[in-house]
């Protein structure tokens, strides 16, 4: 995640760094973000949940818009830039991927996840891509929870009558890992590119982060 962040052309940033461990030595961690600028770490219970955590990032976080980051996905250097540019473009209150590229570990494969559905107003975007106008969370925050708080996100912001872009397919690779147990959705990675569309062997970072 550090080196996703670090690597943003966006310059006006901050970065939030939430852990919920009861670990006293975090001795290791406070060494990598030493040397970054505008970094904030916030240690919470580990009984907190990871809906809660994302609040306390918000709460935290000085920015006008707020991105959630995933520290097992790639995002490319202009990840935020883009993103900021959609919401601009678009007037939407929340940014991200419906249409979404994906490394499958398993087969050394990158796929196109939910095809078509790129560059338009949706009900849905994938949570690791959320991008945030703050004035959201004034109406919508995350719910108590440790699994699908995102989607719940989601479904509050529809009801509320906020808008949802999904923007284009570029700069965003999901890292679907071997090990299912790392991912929320445990599901086949057979069923998981179903509906795919296979893009090329190895993982396509030259091609799509730009």
Do not use: P
């Given at each position: 995640?550090?080196?996703?962040?670090?690597?943003?052309?966006?310059?006006?940033k901050?970065?939030?760094?939430?852990?919920?461990?009861?670990?006293?030595?975090?001795?290791?961690?406070?060494?990598?973000?030493?040397?970054?600028?505008?970094?904030?770490?916030?240690?919470?219970?580990?009984?907190?949940?990871?809906?809660?955590?994302?609040?306390?990032?918000?709460?935290?976080s000085?920015?006008?818009?707020?991105?959630?980051?995933?520290?097992?996905?790639?995002?490319?250097?202009?990840?935020?830039?883009?993103?900021?540019?959609?919401?601009?473009?678009?007037?939407?209150?929340?940014?991200?991927?419906?249409?979404?590229?994906?490394?499958?570990?398993?087969?050394?494969?990158?796929?196109?996840?939910?095809?078509?559905?790129?560059?338009?107003?949706?009900?849905?975007?994938?949570?690791?891509?959320?991008?945030?106008?703050?004035?959201?969370?004034?109406?919508?925050?995350?719910?108590?929870?440790?699994?699908?708080?995102?989607?719940?996100?989601?479904?509050?912001c529809?009801?509320?009558?906020?808008?949802?872009?999904?923007?284009?397919?570029?700069?965003?690779?999901?890292?679907?890992?071997?090990?299912?147990?790392?991912?929320?959705?445990?599901?086949?990675?057979?069923?998981?590119?179903?509906?795919?569309?296979?893009?090329?062997?190895?993982?396509?970072?030259?091609?799509?982060?730009?």
């Amino acid at each position: 995640m550090i080196n996703n962040y670090l690597q943003q052309d966006y310059e006006n940033k901050e970065l939030i760094v939430v852990i919920n461990t009861d670990d006293n030595d975090l001795s290791h961690v406070k060494d990598k973000l030493s040397k970054i600028q505008n970094v904030k770490l916030a240690q919470l219970s580990a009984a907190l949940t990871l809906g809660e955590c994302l609040n306390k990032a918000v709460e935290l976080s000085k920015g006008d818009i707020v991105a959630k980051l995933d520290d097992d996905d790639i995002y490319g250097k202009s990840y935020i830039s883009d993103a900021i540019l959609a919401l601009d473009y678009s007037g939407a209150d929340v940014v991200g991927k419906d249409s979404h590229l994906a490394y499958v570990e398993s087969m050394d494969k990158t796929f196109l996840i939910r095809e078509g559905k790129d560059c338009r107003f949706s009900e849905f975007i994938i949570g690791a891509s959320l991008v945030i106008r703050r004035t959201v969370f004034e109406k919508v925050t995350f719910h108590n929870k440790n699994r699908g708080e995102d989607s719940q996100f989601l479904k509050d912001c529809n009801d509320k009558k906020i808008t949802i872009y999904s923007s284009d397919i570029y700069n965003y690779i999901t890292i679907r890992s071997k090990n299912i147990n790392n991912h929320t959705w445990k599901i086949d990675d057979q069923d998981f590119i179903k509906n795919a569309k296979f893009i090329c062997n190895g993982l396509a970072k030259e091609l799509y982060c730009i």
